[in-house]
Antibody, heavy 119, light 108 residues
Framework: QVQLVQSGAEVKRPGSSVNVSCKISGGTFTSHTMSWVRQAPGQGLEWMGRISPIIGIKHYAQKFQGRVTITADKSTSTAYMELTSLTSDDTAVYYC????????????WGTGTTVIVSS | EIVLTQSPGTLSLSPGERITLSCRASQSVSNSYLAWYQQKPGQAPRLLIYSASYRATGIPDRFSGSGSGTDFTLTISSLEPEDFAVYYCQQYGRSPWTFGQGTKVEIK
């Protein structure tokens, strides 16, 4: 059974950066696309961007351009999402999610990582 | 970007009822690349439907999806107690992928 295991909760200061990891187990990594989706408290889902590890292509939502970097380490089957210049508006649960290489529906979701930005 | 508008915002229903949720896109969704997810409190979303009408693995047949172009629907033929949750649509026909704001289905 495929699982996406994410790193633990983080508390960050405004202006700092956060790096969240997502490791896949029980399944393939390079033949899929990995996305990052966030959910602020009491709010809906917001797609941030994706990476196709096998070819290294990335797409980011314009809202996060310049602040988010998504990478993937094929040797460890781990995807990463770094978000910089944090503000309180970035307080959210961050999910990684897997989709097919040429499709965009997300069939496997990570456990979620809570990021709290507070001074 | 394609904006998805879901309606209604909240539905108050009883078990056994049939419900239809709407998802309207600001532009045509190519190839009907639209998915539906269910999310319960404290849990990650779960894929229900992809490509507008195909049930994901393990999803009961009381869930069905339909639509094309800009109008899509998710139908639950008979609500079970475990179906009370928030439902989101998502389009993946054009980048950036986008989600609707969600419809909450609550117990009446």
């Amino acid at each position: 059974q495929v699982q996406l295991v994410q790193s633990g909760a983080e508390v960050k200061r405004p202006g700092s950066s956060v790096n969240v990891s997502c490791k896949i187990s029980g399944g393939t990594f390079t033949s899929h696309t990995m996305s990052w989706v966030r959910q602020a408290p009491g709010q809906g889902l917001e797609w941030m961007g994706r990476i196709s590890p096998i070819i290294g292509i990335k797409h980011y939502a314009q809202k996060f351009q310049g602040r988010v970097t998504i990478t993937a380490d094929k040797s460890t089957s781990t995807a990463y999402m770094e978000l910089t210049s944090l503000t309180s508006d970035d307080t959210a649960v961050y999910y990684c999610a897997r989709s097919g290489f040429s499709s965009g529906y997300m069939d496997v979701w990570g456990t979620g990582t809570t990021v709290i930005v507070s001074s | 970007e394609i904006v998805l508008t879901q309606s209604p915002g909240t539905l108050s229903l009883s078990p056994g009822e049939r419900i239809t949720l709407s998802c309207r896109a600001s532009q045509s969704v190519s190839n009907s690349y639209l998915a539906w997810y269910q999310q319960k409190p404290g849990q990650a979303p779960r894929l229900l439907i992809y490509s507008a009408s195909y049930r994901a693995t393990g999803i009961p047949d009381r869930f069905s999806g339909s639509g094309s172009g800009t109008d899509f629907t998710l139908t639950i033929s008979s609500l079970e107690p475990e179906d009370f949750a928030v439902y989101y649509c998502q389009q993946y026909g054009r980048s950036p992928w986008t989600f609707g704001q969600g419809t909450k289905v609550e117990i009446k």
